[in-house]
């Protein structure tokens, strides 16, 4: 194993994503977050990625000179586009014009277009809770998940954030994806040679199945497909918002992320931010956060959206990271092409 400070993973990120391609200013932010999300314990989301970006910068799937900007705004609704670029940027430029609309009007919708892979949603909305104000979050992805009662996949697994502030202490931070289980397990299973549960995965037919390589080659089942079709709902509404309302493409319409040749994926991000003192006033927001967190913890082992994540990011900026050999020479040799 490898051991790196994240001052130089940092470096080591930033480094590899301008050799494939990225700008200076792309290539800050995404290292920025994928450092943090593998800080986290967040792998999946973490250094493990840079490979398939520096992929996607090298084959045109994500344009490394892209410079987001905004295209439209009216109101309280902005829409930045991505220029098929890697998500990052777009997103910090998002979220940066939905806090100044909402210190404004109250509220903010910001959609980003034309865009990539966004990794871990709820850190987007970081700066919101800094601020003071509650975010929402919401993208779509390349389909993995068959609509209500469908066998194909049309949806992605279009992952949900929320934040909200609190005073003086850790923001909550809630972060999900809407499929049954993260495709990562089916991932691990079929490298331990082990069957997976009915009601994660179905085959390429659309069948049912326990085999999960069978799962990889098919589709992920929403969450609570077993027993209704709620999460599939929940999907559709996601796809909607970030493809209908902004423009962005169906996750049917992208290529995998997973391949290294592929489209242009062009999907799509969307972030909510709300000043509450606009609404019930910022100390009255604030006590009633206090009130409901305290009724939760009245009972022994419940643990605060976020505590875990945000826990092992302070471990992690005093101890760094552990990341896998090979892992840390393929980054090595990104580095220095």
Not at 214 to 235: D, N
Not at 278 to 286: E, I, N, R, S, V
Not at 289 to 304: Q, Y
Not at 313 to 320: F, I, T
């Amino acid at each position: 194993m490898a051991h790196l400070t994240l001052a130089q993973a940092h470096s080591l990120v930033v480094r590899a994503l301008l050799s494939a391609g990225a700008g200076e200013a792309m290539a800050t932010s995404v290292a920025r977050a994928l450092v943090l999300a593998e800080s986290q314990g967040l792998s999946g989301h973490g250094l493990s990625r840079v490979g398939q970006y520096c992929t996607h910068l090298r084959n045109g799937r994500a344009d490394g000179k892209a410079v987001a900007k905004v295209l439209r705004h009216k109101g309280a609704a902005v829409l930045v586009d991505a220029g098929t670029g890697l998500a990052f940027p777009a997103c910090d430029l998002a979220i940066d014009k939905a806090i100044a609309v909402a210190r404004e009007l109250g509220v903010c919708f910001a959609g980003v277009t034309n865009s990539h892979h966004a990794g871990v949603m709820v850190d987007h909305l970081r700066p919101v809770a800094q601020a003071g104000m509650v975010g929402l979050a919401f993208a779509n992805s390349p389909a993995a998940m068959p609509a209500a009662g469908g066998r194909h996949p049309v949806f992605g697994t279009n992952p949900v954030a929320a934040i909200f502030a609190r005073r003086d202490a850790d923001p909550l931070m809630i972060d999900l994806s809407l499929s049954e289980v993260a495709r990562g397990k089916l991932m691990v299973a079929a490298r331990e040679g082990k069957a997976i549960p009915t009601g994660w995965a179905l085959d390429a037919d659309g069948e049912p199945t326990t085999d999960p390589q069978k799962g990889m080659m098919g589709s992920m089942l929403p969450v609570g497909a077993a027993t209704s079709f709620k999460g599939a709902m929940l999907a559709l509404m996601v796809e909607l918002m970030v493809t209908a309302v902004i423009g962005a493409q169906f996750g049917f319409e992208a290529s995998s992320f997973f391949v290294d040749a592929g489209n242009q994926p062009r999907i799509g991000q969307a972030f909510i931010v709300i000043d509450p003192a606009a609404l019930a006033g910022q100390d009255a927001y604030c006590d009633r956060m206090e009130t409901v967190i305290a009724e939760m913890l009245r009972d022994d082992g419940v643990r605060l959206a976020g505590a875990r994540r945000l826990a092992l990011e302070r471990k992690a900026q005093r101890d760094g990271v552990t990341i896998a050999d090979n892992l840390k020479a393929q980054l090595d040799v990104l580095a220095t092409a």
